[in-house]
């Protein structure tokens, strides 16, 4: 009996291990694909530094710090002179660089966290879920040997790279996209938009969100209520991703990453499908790279320069200077360090934070949330859970643009934000291009929440607005309003627009100067 059950507990744990197991290399393809993505992040917002991360813009220090958490770690913090922001972009930018090529790759790993996580607290209004999941998966990645293969770190250690790694870890960092999946479902699931096929449909009728296929899409309804289906299903069925080993893990990620390169082609939303393409690799275990050799091999492809090139990358690798501290008692020290802030992590933000939602299994209490030091200290570091709710449970059916009527000391009016005679028509048949860059959407759904919540976003704004146009312009202003103009999307309006019916709201009025605030022209929609 005793034989039995030690066999059996055998068999658990070793199929427990192939389910949380990740292979190096899909670990070394997320090392490079995530310091690429920081790279790219810093070079994109680098197009509107002076506007959104100096004090003479519109989020100055003091504003970011008031909107963040408590005791948000932000090393951008330290300074407000714009050059010693911008030398902190450029030194994100060569520690990604290092991640990229695997050099001392968990210091890299460790300092390119800080990093991102100070940058996102330097200006918390135009960020969005691809950031904090980007946070998260950076995060669990500390814990993992991102250098193991295809690094600098590789060609120096002097040993055979491990094929993979199976503990706590690797669980945890494949578990936070299962979590992100599976909570989804569960709010999409409240909602009959989602339960009736309708969602995506109306998601694709979002002209301020959506560009590139969406329009072609729009034509095809059954087939977009289809896709809602099988996007609803599949994160519904997402734990599958860490339960499947093998092809049949391999055809449902396969799926996950046939879903977010759709939403790259239809759907402006900045970074998040890739960041989820990232995090998705990690699940592509050692069937994977078994079946593209076994590709590679039926297509007789000649490999011969990629291997060279290879040797070449290697022989460079190794000349480059690696000192190393090689005591037998650091090395114990590293690793029970290692493993002790491991299990104080898992203990901490994972248990604790997890109690969040349990309601969800009709256990606990709704809104319970962890210990309050524990919440703490995810909220200034940026790893605490959201809810997840990506388009969901209800998904916006409401078009929106914005419209800034100004009042000059000639007595003129113009829209300001669209830089126009004034009017309230829409500024553009496709309003995604209202926005120069797509942090500008999520900024500006800072300006209108803080416009209805009356903090002081939409001030600087206004003072902005206030002092560079009639510096640009030489034409001075007096009086500037807020307006968000809203066009109700119905399944018989998604590929129409003028037969939408529309709403506007004030977010805001200011007096440039010392002129009083008061409200200029509305829309009249029903003249």
């Given at each position: 009996m005793r034989q039995r059950f030690e066999r059996l507990a055998g068999r658990f744990r070793r199929n427990l291990e192939d389910c949380i197991r990740i292979d190096t290399r899909s670990l070394a393809v997320f090392r490079i694909f995530v310091g690429l993505l920081i790279v790219a992040d810093l070079l994109l917002r680098s197009r509107n530094f002076s506007f959104y991360y100096t004090d003479d813009g519109v989020v100055p220090q003091s504003l970011a710090t008031e909107l963040s958490a408590d005791g948000a770690f932000s090393i951008y913090h330290l300074t407000t002179d714009p050059t010693l922001i911008a030398g902190l972009f450029v030194l994100q930018g060569l520690i990604a660089i290092q991640l990229i090529v695997g050099y001392k790759t968990r210091i890299a790993t460790i300092l390119s966290f800080l990093l991102v996580v100070s940058l996102d607290h330097h200006n918390p209004l135009v960020l969005s879920y691809a950031d904090t999941l980007f946070r998260l998966l950076l995060f669990w990645?500390?814990?993992?040997?991102?250098?193991?293969?295809?690094?600098?770190?590789?060609?120096?250690?002097?040993?055979?790279?491990?094929?993979?790694?199976?503990?706590?870890?690797?669980?945890?960092?494949?578990?936070?996209?299962?979590?992100?999946?599976?909570?989804?479902?569960?709010?999409?699931?409240?909602?009959?938009?989602?339960?009736?096929?309708?969602?995506?449909?109306?998601?694709?009728?979002?002209?301020?969100?959506?560009?590139?296929?969406?329009?072609?899409?729009?034509?095809?309804?059954?087939?977009?209520?289809?896709?809602?289906?099988?996007?609803?299903?599949m994160l519904m069925g997402s734990w599958l991703l860490i339960l499947l080993v093998g092809r049949k893990r391999m055809a449902l990620v396969a799926l996950f990453m046939g879903g977010h390169a759709s939403f790259i082609v239809t759907v402006r939303?900045?970074?998040?499908?890739?960041?989820?393409?990232?995090?998705?690799?990690?699940?592509?275990?050692?069937?994977?790279?078994?079946?593209?050799r076994a590709v590679v091999d039926w297509l007789e492809v000649d490999t011969s320069r990629v291997s060279g090139f290879r040797s070449r990358l290697e022989t460079r690798a190794g000349a480059v200077p690696y000192p190393r501290l090689?005591?037998?008692?650091?090395?114990?020290?590293?690793?029970?360090?290692?493993?002790?802030?491991?299990?104080?992590?898992?203990?901490?933000?994972?248990?604790?934070?997890?109690?969040t939602y349990l309601p969800l299994a009709g256990v606990g209490e709704a809104g319970s949330g962890?210990?309050?030091?524990?919440?703490?200290?995810?909220?200034?570091?940026?790893?605490?859970?959201?809810?997840?709710?990506?388009?969901?449970?209800?998904?916006?059916?409401?078009?929106?643009?914005?419209?800034?009527?100004?009042?000059?000391?000639?007595?003129?009016?113009?829209?300001?934000?669209?830089?126009?005679?004034?009017?309230?028509?829409?500024?553009?048949?496709?309003?995604?291009?209202?926005?120069?860059?797509?942090?500008?959407?999520?900024?500006?759904?800072?300006?209108?929440?803080?416009?209805?919540?009356?903090?002081?976003?939409?001030?600087?704004?206004?003072?902005?607005?206030?002092?560079?146009?009639?510096?640009?312009?030489?034409?001075?202003?007096?009086?500037?309003?807020?307006?968000?103009?809203?066009?109700?999307?119905?399944?018989?309006?998604?590929?129409?627009?003028?037969?939408?019916?529309?709403?506007?709201?004030?977010?805001?009025?200011?007096?440039?100067?010392?002129?009083?605030?008061?409200?200029?022209?509305?829309?009249?929609?029903?003249?």
């Open positions: 990645a500390i814990f993992l040997p991102l250098g193991e293969r295809w690094s600098i770190d590789a060609v120096h250690a002097g040993r055979e790279p491990r094929e993979s790694v199976a503990g706590i870890a690797s669980a945890l960092i494949l578990g936070q996209m299962v979590f992100m999946y599976f909570l989804n479902w569960y709010h999409k699931s409240q909602d009959e938009l989602w339960t009736g096929g309708d969602a995506t449909p109306l998601i694709m009728g979002l002209d301020d969100m959506t560009y590139l296929l969406a329009g072609t899409l729009r034509q095809f309804p059954a087939l977009l209520e289809l896709g809602t289906y099988l996007w609803y299903y939303i900045g970074a998040f499908p890739y960041v989820a393409l990232a995090g998705l690799t990690l699940f592509l275990q050692a069937q994977f790279w078994r079946d593209l090689q005591r037998p008692s650091i090395d114990r020290a590293k690793s029970t360090l290692h493993s002790a802030t491991l299990a104080v992590v898992f203990v901490s933000l994972v248990l604790f934070s997890t109690v962890p210990p309050e030091p524990v919440d703490d200290v995810a909220s200034s570091f940026g790893v605490s859970q959201p809810e997840w709710s990506v388009f969901a449970p209800t998904p916006r059916t409401t078009d929106r643009y914005y419209v800034f009527p100004a009042e000059t000391v000639d007595g003129e009016r113009i829209d300001v934000y669209n830089e126009r005679d004034m009017t309230f028509d829409r500024p553009s048949d496709e309003l995604q291009t209202q926005y120069d860059t797509y942090r500008e959407r999520f900024y500006m759904n800072s300006v209108r929440r803080g416009g209805f919540d009356d903090n002081d976003v939409p001030v600087h704004l206004a003072e902005y607005y206030c002092t560079t146009w009639a510096e640009e312009n030489d034409v001075e202003l007096t009086h500037l309003s807020m307006y968000v103009v809203y066009e109700d999307i119905t399944m018989e309006t998604i590929d129409d627009y003028d037969e939408r019916e529309r709403s506007w709201g004030l977010m805001y009025r200011h007096g440039c100067g010392d002129n009083e605030r008061e409200v200029i022209e509305r829309p009249d929609f029903e003249a």
